[in-house]
């Protein structure tokens, strides 16, 4: 229980300064792009602004996900975590989409020259987003890593696509104040790019997720190794393993001597069980077969 309340407790807290870091740099920027006629500030403040409610989303979806196991969800809620960074990627989607539409109607729109000049103040705003944004991504990252918080690890990432933004933001804006301004709408441009790449990543990721796509061969190997180590397994027949939101199932079939009592095959089965629950902290569920080592195909004990 304690694991799961510094789930809560660190997702929580993280979260809490995404909102307050983002709402201070929307409006910052916001007013910087206004008072410095920079479109590509503006459009970076917007992508800042659906930071801020992606993180909201994140919060409910990772608050819904720890929800106990009921007789309705007896597999638990750790998928609302993946749905979470599902609506975090349409959101993020559809705020990229926007800002390339505005940059390429300025863009194709006629002539160029007629655009004003961005301010010093805009390329202010640009530097402190960059740096600002940054931090917030190795911070997020750290700590989605701690939890293993898919939901987080996509937060991670929208601040990652905002500090590359800013970055676009910058070399347009500096661009359009040396002679060039036609680079401010195509810094814009630039930005949508950055977020609808970080879009497609986050929901790939959380939609494999949803499908139980089995772990990785590392951790399968790391797996078997375990299960291997334990008294009394001659082998290992299968495993099967499906990620759950952040949680590993694994279905795994070992071998033991079939002239072992139904008792002690039972406890060479449990020696596994505790033993992969022990090591791996994402698994939460184990189902462990024991077939007879003289005829791999036949009965199973389970546990």
């Not at 109607?105 to 002539?111: K, V």
């Not at 931090?135 to 990252?141: D, F, G, I, K, N």
């Not at 701690?146 to 500090?163: F, Y």
Request: aromatic letters at 4%; glycine letters at 8%; proline letters at 2%.
């Amino acid at each position: 229980m304690k694991k799961e309340d510094d789930f809560e407790r660190v997702a929580m807290r993280v979260s809490t300064v995404s909102i307050i870091a983002n709402a201070v740099l929307t409006v910052f920027k916001l007013l910087a792009g206004v008072l410095a006629h920079s479109g590509a500030m503006i459009s970076d403040a917007v992508h800042s602004a659906s930071d801020v409610f992606s993180t909201i989303v994140v919060m409910v979806g990772i608050r819904i996900s720890r929800k106990e196991s009921d007789k309705d969800h007896p597999y638990g809620h750790e998928r609302m975590e993946c749905v979470a960074a599902i609506v975090l990627a349409t959101i993020l989607a559809a705020t990229g989409l926007g800002i390339g539409y505005t940059a390429i109607s300025q863009i194709m729109g006629g002539d160029v020259s007629t655009l004003a000049a961005p301010g010093v103040l805009a390329l202010i705003a640009a530097v402190i987003s960059i740096v600002v944004k940054e931090a917030m991504y190795q911070y997020t990252r750290i700590n989605a890593k701690r939890i293993d918080s898919g939901a987080l690890m996509a937060d991670a990432w929208h601040h990652r696509s905002d500090a590359l933004s800013s970055v676009g933001a910058l070399i347009g804006i500096g661009g359009a104040r040396l002679g060039f301004p036609i680079l401010d709408p195509v810094a814009s441009a630039g930005i949508c790019l950055f977020i609808e790449k970080a879009a497609y990543e986050i929901f790939m990721d959380a939609i494999d997720k949803m499908v139980d796509k089995a772990c990785d061969e590392e951790t399968e190997s790391a797996l078997k190794d375990c299960a291997m180590a334990q008294e009394g397994v001659l082998g290992v027949d299968l495993l099967h393993t499906r990620v759950f939101g952040n949680k590993i199932y694994v279905d795994i079939e070992i071998r033991a001597d079939g002239e072992e009592t139904l008792r002690r095959a039972h406890e060479t089965a449990e020696r596994v069980h505790d033993a992969i629950e022990k090591e791996f902290p994402r698994v939460k569920h184990i189902m462990v077969h024991v077939n007879p080592a003289e005829a791999r195909r036949g009965s199973k004990a389970d546990t």
